[in-house]
């Protein structure tokens, strides 16, 4: 769990609060302007900055620059925090998107993915659920970005990486915590998918792996250990149904909505394009 250290949004502009804290960037400010102009057009409030979670982001950042390539953190190390990633390169390094590379994946993650090239840029990708940006639940952000990492170890000035991480009020978090639902069920909630990795109760899965991701509500606060680890659930939805093992949490799922992998999704839902779908039935056996 992190501290709470709050960078507020005034009319004046952006201004750090805390012993540690510092002005924001002009593209972190572009870029929390996008997401919160997105938020109110939404009907939902604004998010507050928090260097915590620009920290954590930053860690990020340069972990998956330094590697090379595009991938979220698993669960087990946001400390409850939900998370975007996005990569941008060019062929200019003076290009507009590389110079506001933050404010450049805002709009990514806000359109899916799915915006046009504009300028010198070769290659976009990004990893988002926007509904997750637009979630009423969440209440702080913070945000980073690193440059790629050449084979001389030198700054790619052409790559850049962009991490966000979101989280919902601390209080609220610590009395969700506490909760842990054995019941088995039937249940109905939404359905969604993600793209698995080391999960929550510790183990590693791809995105062809048969497992699913129950929410915090229902997994409570314990991770490895869980009793709800390893545990089978039968899901059934328009396209079919499936036997799938429970992995890992799902943050910024409601109680009875489930978050699997697109295999089962494909298998139960439909298409991946779809996104969400409702009223699924699924139950632990």
């Given at each position: 769990m ?14 750090a ?14 870029a929390l ?18 260097t ?23 669960i ?6 939900g ?41 976009q ?16 952000i ?54 698995p ?11 062809g ?32 149904e ?9 943050m910024?799922?409601?109680?009875h ?29």
């Amino acid at each position: 769990m992190f501290a709470k250290t709050i960078i507020t949004a005034a009319v004046a502009g952006l201004t750090a609060v805390g012993a540690y804290a510092s002005p924001l960037t002009t593209d972190q400010t572009r870029a929390l302007k996008t997401i919160n102009d997105a938020r109110i057009d939404f009907g939902v409030h604004a998010l507050d900055w928090n260097t915590t979670l620009q920290e954590d982001a930053t860690a990020w950042a340069e972990k998956i620059a330094a590697a090379g390539y595009l991938e979220r953190a698993p669960i087990s190390l946001r400390n409850g925090a939900g998370e975007v990633v996005a990569f941008i390169q060019a062929l200019d390094a003076d290009d507009a998107a590389l110079r506001h590379p933050l404010s450049e994946a805002a709009r990514l993650w806000l359109n899916s993915g799915n915006m046009a090239m504009a300028g010198t840029v070769i290659r976009q990708e990004a990893f988002s659920k926007t509904e997750q940006l637009l979630s009423l639940r969440e209440t702080n952000i913070g945000c980073a970005t690193a440059h790629g990492t050449l084979d001389n170890g030198a700054k790619d000035l052409l790559r850049v990486y962009a991490v966000c991480r979101i989280f919902k009020d601390i209080t609220e978090h610590v009395k969700l915590l506490a909760r842990q639902d054995l019941n088995s069920g039937p249940f109905w909630g939404d359905i969604t998918f993600f793209n698995p990795g080391l999960g929550a109760c510790g183990r590693v899965d791809g995105d062809g792996s048969m497992i699913v991701a129950l929410s915090h509500l229902k997994m409570g606060s314990q991770s490895n250990g869980n009793p709800l680890c390893g545990r089978q659930a039968r899901i059934r939805g328009p396209r079919g149904e499936a036997v799938v093992t429970v992995t890992d949490k799902c943050m910024g799922c409601a109680v009875h909505d489930i978050d699997v992998s697109p295999a089962v999704f494909e298998r139960v839902a439909g298409s991946q394009g779809l996104g969400r779908v409702g009223n699924i039935e699924w139950s632990l056996i």
